[in-house]
């Protein structure tokens, strides 16, 4: 694999999609920055996203993880959200330990090679794919330069009669829906069908023009990852009010209050998952 160490901080890919590249600050940066954590919510920005906090996942081949969330007590516990960095010609054969979950990838740069239930399919940048639970896949770099791409996973919970089949798209060809009274200044891309209960999770990207907000604070049972995709806001997470730019991860715990004004001077766009579709159970 290449060695990051010493790369550049990068700006977002052409696509808009900011996306890390590792490498490590100098000793003459101060050490102050936005991470916090709380129990409602956690943010990591970008610049924690560097060669020092990577791992190697033992079913991937020259590939190096950003583990972005994990369940964890006081914390989202219902998904784990992972940037993938794979070098060219690198990938896996078999990368799902867990049958019983499902997963969703999101292309950021570079372009992969998909198998999925004997299908094959090129994904590039905004290209995804739902792996619905004990799917056979693999998933391969395609190319000269490295892919980096999300991988959410979730374990499902089963819907009698309803399981969940697989989805491979392009976030560009897909309409958005813009909120009611906002002039589409606001506006949902959803990867998955909201109306399908199949689905257990839904995987959006969220843009805002230019001084759009969330004019309320949103309380729901729904966990959130969120990953800014391009360009900044102040987001406002229990009864804080936190900057954000494209790079940043939050994860929200179920209830937290949430809400944000778009900062300008582009749009504010995040990929969003949250957990849907399914009773309480007690």
């Known amino acids: 694999m290449a060695d990051h160490r010493d790369a550049p901080e990068r700006p977002a890919a052409t696509t808009g999609y900011y996306a890390p590249h590792g490498g490590h600050p100098p000793q003459t940066d101060l050490l102050t920055d936005r991470a916090r954590v709380t129990e409602a919510y956690t943010v990591i920005p970008r610049g924690v996203l560097r060669d020092i906090v990577t791992t190697v996942l ?13 369940p964890v007590a006081g914390g989202a516990v219902t998904f784990s959200q992972t940037i993938l960095e794979i070098s060219p010609g690198g990938g896996s054969d078999d990368p799902e330990p867990q049958p019983e ?5 999101f292309v950021m740069e570079g372009e992969l090679d998909l198998t999925l239930d004997g299908a094959a399919h090129r994904l590039g940048p905004g290209g995804y794919a739902f792996v619905p ?4 896949w693999t998933l391969h770099a395609a190319g000269e330069q490295p892919a980096r791409l999300h991988w959410l996973r979730k374990r499902h919970q089963p819907l009698p009669g309803r399981r969940p089949g697989p989805v491979v798209g392009r976030e560009q060809d897909i309409e958005p829906s813009p909120m009611p009274g906002t002039e589409g ?12 209960v199949a689905y257990d999770m839904h995987v959006n990207i969220v843009t805002f023009e230019p001084g759009a907000v969330i004019p309320f ?30 790079g940043d991860f939050l994860s929200l715990r179920a209830f937290c209050p949430q809400a944000c004004y778009a900062g300008g001077p582009g749009p504010f766009r995040y990929l969003l998952y949250k957990d849907v579709n399914r009773q309480v159970m007690l």
């Open 58 to 70: 033992p079913e991937w081949r020259d590939t190096r993880a950003w583990v972005l969330h994990r």
């Open 101 to 105: 979950v499902e997963g969703l990838l």
């Open 133 to 136: 639970p004990a799917a056979a």
């Open 185 to 196: 200044r606001w506006r949902t891309t959803r990867l998955l069908d909201p109306q399908d």
């Open 217 to 246: 604070s949103e309380t729901h049972e729904m966990e959130h990852g969120l990953y800014v995709l391009q360009g900044k806001a102040v987001y406002r997470l229990n009864e804080d009010w936190v900057e954000v730019q494209e």
